[in-house]
Each structure stands twice: as structure tokens, then as C-alpha cells.
């Protein structure tokens, strides 16, 4: 009798249950690092949350960065492309989520200044990691998803120093799309 039970509640309690949604999230975002060569910055990010468990997305930013006193009168500036890796987390009935995150691409940073012997421009690619959380707050089919992240990068070999580690805040703005439901 427990045997039939159990096995009648496998074959057909799926298919009354609620389906998880696959969702595509298309944006954009706005960032501030605390080093000179990110500061304030804005970009775009694509992702798909399948069976809306992880979250796999590319971001890309822009960072107009700061220019740095003195004779040299340097400017640093990045450029951010990266592919994020979240797991998603429901809190409060799936209006909140809590997103720890972990960000792998490629930086570029972009240097300007005036040397001794005139102009001196260079850029540095380098590796990109950037371990953080996120929470997403959904209403319908936006989503407004703050994050912090501390950003490592590779030492580059430009003219001036680059302080290429650090926090950055970061809010996403994203439409979330439905891909399809997920059956059995």
C-alpha cells in the first residue's frame, strides 16, 4: 500500500506543481569603483536565468575614471567585459533574492598623460575576477538588482601605477523575459 502511494504521488504530483520559469534579462547598469580608473561608469548586461536557479550573463562597462594631479596630469580609465556566474536565492516568496556572484572576463585600462618628453597614451589588458553579491527585487517584469563586488585584476605595465583592486557598486535595471517553462 505505501509502495503504490508513493509511487502514484511521483507520477502525478509534477505535473500539478507550479513550473519554473527560464527568464531572459536584458539591461542596463550603472557602476562606481573606488579606484582611479573605474569610478563612475554605465554599460549594458545580458543574461538568462535558467529554471531561475543560477544566472549566467555578460556585462560590459565603461568607466570614465579620474585624472590624477601633479606634473604628469594622468588620466586612467577601464573598460570591464565579463561573464557573471550567480546562484539565485529566494527570500521573501520570490520578490527578493539574494545573488552571490562571481565575475571572469578581461579589463582594459586606458591611460593619457603628459610626460617629460610630450604625450604619453598606453593601455593594459588584463585578467578580470570579481567575487560579490547581489539582491534582485522583482515587480512583474523588471527587476532592479544593487551589487557589490571587489573587483582583482592583473598588474598592468602602463607609464603611471594603476590601482587596479578594489570595491565597486554597481545597479542593474533589467526586463525579465520568459524563455519557456520547464517540464518533466
Known amino acids: 500500500m505505501k509502495r503504490s502511494l508513493l509511487l502514484a504521488l511521483v507520477c502525478v504530483t509534477p505535473t500539478a506543481l507550479w513550473a519554473q520559469l527560464g527568464e531572459l534579462q536584458v539591461g542596463a547598469i550603472a557602476s562606481y569603483g573606488m579606484r582611479d580608473p573605474y569610478r563612475a561608469g554605465g554599460g549594458l548586461v545580458l543574461g538568462v536565468a535558467p529554471g531561475r536557479l543560477v544566472y549566467v550573463g555578460l556585462r560590459w562597462i565603461s568607466y570614465s575614471g579620474a585624472t590624477t594631479g601633479g606634473s604628469a596630469n594622468v588620466t586612467n580609465r577601464a573598460q570591464v567585459f565579463a561573464t ?5 536565492i529566494p527570500l521573501r516568496g520570490g520578490v527578493l533574492e539574494m545573488r552571490p556572484s562571481i565575475g ?34 522583482s515587480a512583474d517584469r523588471i527587476a532592479l538588482i544593487p551589487e557589490l563586488q571587489y573587483y582583482f585584476t592583473g598588474h598592468s605595465e602602463l607609464t603611471w601605477p594603476v590601482h587596479n583592486k578594489g570595491l565597486a557598486f554597481s545597479v542593474r535595471l533589467v526586463f525579465l523575459s520568459e524563455i519557456r517553462r520547464i517540464r518533466r
Do not use: H, I, N, W
Open 104 to 137: 571572469l572576463g578581461m579589463v582594459q585600462f586606458v591611460q593619457r598623460g603628459s610626460g617629460t618628453t610630450g604625450p604619453v597614451s598606453g593601455y593594459s589588458k588584463e585578467f578580470f575576477a570579481a567575487p560579490g553579491v547581489a539582491l534582485q527585487l
Open 84 to 88: 557573471d556566474f550567480d546562484v539565485q
